[in-house]
């Protein structure tokens, strides 16, 4: 009976038996009650289904102590499988939640999402954002603002990337 108490326990909290992996930010820490990742790649943004309803990028409530952008890695490995790179902060919502720009690379894995928080992760279209329903009232208009310029067209794991500006030191 213990056993199944704590089993039960163990799936309620959302907690892996994989065990947390160390975050890979090593830069000047931002710090905020929630954070997620924003990553696209080839028009394509990956987000989450909600459980509470609707679609989202990645992301979630910090844990004491720990940094925005730790929190943007961690919220989106639990919720997705994949290990990304927090970089660039491009937004700071009103309610406090801080979204980074978050790279993918050879290594990131793949979306299989290790809680029970989210019913799925995916890989949505830009062009289909307006055939989504987002969690948020306004959501996805604001995500496809920011992604006008700069985004639709960022790198798939294995591409070459060449920056010209300063990027932030990770642990390897």
């Known amino acids: 009976m213990r056993l199944f108490a704590a089993t039960v326990m163990l799936v309620l909290s959302g907690c892996s038996f994989s065990g947390q992996h160390p975050c890979v930010f090593r830069g000047k820490p931002d710090y905020a009650p929630s954070a997620g990742c924003l990553a696209v790649v080839h028009g394509k943004m990956l987000v989450v289904d909600s ?12 844990l004491p102590g720990e940094s925005a952008q730790c929190t943007a ?11 990304l790179i927090p970089g660039q902060l491009v937004t700071v919502f009103d309610t406090g939640f801080h979204l980074y720009f978050c790279e993918i690379h050879a290594a ?4 299989e999402p290790r809680t029970v928080e989210v019913k799925r992760g995916y890989w949505l279209d830009i062009r289909d954002f307006g055939a989504v329903r987002w969690r948020y009232p306004g959501q996805g208009e604001a995500l496809r603002k920011l992604l006008s310029p700069q985004t639709q067209d960022q790198p798939s794991p294995g591409d070459r990337v060449e920056r010209s500006v300063p990027r932030p030191v990770y642990a390897d």
Do not use: A, Y
Not at 51 to 62: A, D, E
Not at 73 to 83: H, I, S, Y
Not at 108 to 111: P, R
């Open 51 to 62: 459980l509470t309803g609707g679609v989202t990028p990645p992301g979630g409530k910090s």
């Open 73 to 83: 890695f961690r919220e989106t490995r639990e919720e997705t499988g994949l290990e």
């Open 108 to 111: 990131s894995g793949t979306i």
